[in-house]
């Protein structure tokens, strides 16, 4: 499942969130890319450990923690701490898969990869290139969202970041283990939550939103990893 998450900072947040990054010290991005696509990747990253990073990370998870959307679409069990990347001068990262499962720095935690996140930081006219090319079962997909919004997409995709020709393109990116882990089970439950709380707004009394409800959730208990 390929879905934009719409406003997960808002706009004085992106601009705060901007200024620090702007102002901040930035390392070649391969630093946190596995053996193969260090040879692909072409941008600046944010060291993990930077204040900056741990500071913006900590409010990009407490937002997603509040955010109904994406909490019906990734059911988290576990979010790898936000990273932060640019891209500038020709910047790209070549087709690529995401490692399927990440250590995270200076604890014992691990996260498993089953969904990546892409949170866009630039909006969309500061900057020519720099799409998201997601392949996905209805072929290429090419993303590129306003600042503050964020895509979710499965962590098994290959994927791309076309160069950036003109500007810098900043974002936010991780990972996140979810409660269910197939993507296609995952699917199916976000859809059935979406459909059972449109009936509980529209008709809140009927007795299938109650049956609807116990079908969500036995669904889940089915298929649920904890
Ligand atoms: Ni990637």
């Not at 706009?11 to 969130?17: G, I, L, M, P, S």
């Not at 910047?91 to 014992?108: E, I, K, T």
Request: one cysteine or more; aromatic letters at 8%; a neutral charge.
């Amino acid at each position: 499942m390929l879905l934009k998450i719409p406003q997960v900072l808002t706009a004085e947040q992106v601009a705060q969130c901007r200024a620090a990054l702007d102002a901040a010290d930035w390392v070649d991005g391969r630093v946190t890319a596995g053996y193969q696509s260090a040879k692909v990747k072409n941008n600046e990253q944010l060291a993990e450990d930077h204040p900056v990073a741990q500071q913006w990370g900590d409010i990009i998870s407490q937002a997603l923690a509040r955010h109904m959307l994406f909490r019906s679409a990734a059911l988290p069990a576990k979010i790898y701490p936000p990273l932060f990347n640019r891209y500038s001068g020709g910047g790209n990262f070549g087709l690529h898969v995401d490692n399927a499962v990440r250590d995270v720095r200076g604890s014992r935690h691990r996260v498993r990869t089953d969904i990546s996140a892409t949170l866009f930081l630039s909006q969309p006219e500061e900057y020519d290139g720099g799409e998201l090319v997601i392949e996905d079962t209805y072929g290429a997909q090419a993303i590129k969202f306003a600042a503050g919004d964020m895509v979710l997409y499965p962590g098994t995709s290959l994927h791309r970041v076309n160069p950036v020709t003109r500007g810098a393109r900043v974002a936010s990116f991780f990972w996140v283990q979810s409660l269910v882990r197939e993507d296609a089970q995952r699917s199916l439950l976000f859809d059935m939550d979406t459909a059972i709380q449109r009936l509980t707004v529209n008709v809140p009394d009927h007795p299938s939103v109650v049956q609807l409800t116990g079908v969500y959730h036995n669904l889940l208990r089915r298929w649920v990893d904890v």
